[in-house]
């Protein structure tokens, strides 16, 4: 008997990725709308910027322009979270980084589930934040001990998937049968049910608590809340989306427009009223509304290494203070204007922002590396290389999240009322205890991957090492 090969991660992550993108246009067709309008500006952005194509070319980005997509789940128990790090291990997605949202407001702590070296997020980026609600924010003991005895009762994984995921553990991998079939059973969590859990009543409770918190408790799954296509100009998809008969949130999240991107600008559509069928206490079916589900766009610049990221917080937390307020439909133009004013004094420059330290970039040895005398550079510099032409660089695109971007799209789509702010504190050792892992430091990632380019360039230059 012959033993089958097994798929490799990146090929079930790409394929999961597409049939979870085909799932949700069906259940929400907007988006299908939204993904052709993203595809149109993409082509005209790149028609109007060669220096930008040739950027894209040069990091191999423009292969994965168009997969480019991340989703958001929101689960209700850590079973349920450790289960589902043991499934996205199937496609090579690892827990990165941790985010509290709970000081802005929303109940729930989160990681990336993401590929972490660049030839796997060449191969498919797809990337699903994973948020775990925190029972112990909500505020009123009998509400938080019914809300647990709910999601006790539960079970978000087909018995099916689970023989999979364990024998992905024991076995080592999964031939492409066996890929196919737990592509399919996958689906089933993270598809959308119309029929609630709970009676209207209940469901009002844990609304009235927070729209999140009853968006985790009262269904049967985690359905995904959204899908988010790459696009090249945010700017444009936002002005261009009421011509679509798509709304647009009033504000994009991040930094401000720039000839230079840096890590993650986001906007959306508001989320869909979708019409839930609720239980009575008598046995009844009551029809009632739900409000969760949205459409997101991002997109995406340079990772920014720590010093770039203090410089960032400093610089919207100062715009932010000078509003004074939300930002909202009211104010998004003052706001923009602030944003702008502050921003001044974030380098745009890519030159500018490598010789401060503010960002990471890769290295690629030129055709000119190649060509000329080894000896010739052996005691150069990495910046006399590069002004010398044996080296260049392009920015490291940022694959990871900005917890006051994830706040304000959760906040943005969950109902404008007036902002709530948790007690509690942070709790990464929790949240990793109840993951059944520690979560990897993004930025330790981006280090690594601007070495291992450093690595290749002086190899390419016969050198033994190099570095900044």
Known sequence: MTHQPFVHPDEIRARFSRAMSDMYQVEVPLYGALLQLVAEINGKTLEQSPELTRHLHQTGEIERLSMERHGAIRVGTAAELATLRRLFAIMGMIPVG????????????STAFRAVHEASLQACPFRIFTSLLRLDLIEQPELRQQAADILAKR????????????????AGGLTHHEADDFITQSLETFRWHNQATVSAEIYQQLHD????????????GPHINHLTPRTLNIDAVQA??????IT?????????PRHCPILLRQTSFKALEEK?????SGGHIVQGNHTARFGEIEQRGAALTAKGRHLYDR????????????????????????????FSQFPDDYPI????????????????????????VQNLTLDQLIEAGFIQFEPLVYEDFLPVSAAGIFQSNLGDKGQSHFAGHSSKQDFQRDLGSDVIDELQLYEETQQRSLTACAAALKRASLSL
């Open 353 to 376: 922002m490598r010789a401060e330290r503010l960002a990471y970039f890769r290295y690629f040895p030129t055709e000119k590396s190649l060509k000329e005398p080894a000896i010739s």
């Open 155 to 170: 079970n978000i994984f087909t018995p099916r998937l689970i023989e999979l995921i364990v024998q992905h553990e024991t």
């Open 209 to 220: 608590q927070h729209r999140l918190i009853a968006d985790v408790v009262a269904f049967k």
């Open 315 to 342: 610089l919207l937390q100062a715009a932010q203070d000078q509003l004074r307020v939300p930002a909202n439909e009211q104010n998004a133009e003052q706001y923009m204007a602030i944003l702008h004013e502050q």
């Open 248 to 256: 647009p949130k009033a504000v994009i999240e991040g930094p401000p």
């Open 240 to 245: 261009a989306m009421p011509k679509y008969n």
């Open 98 to 109: 941790y985010y509290d949202l709970a000081p802005a407001g929303v109940p729930v702590h």
């Open 276 to 280: 839930v069928a609720f239980v009575s």
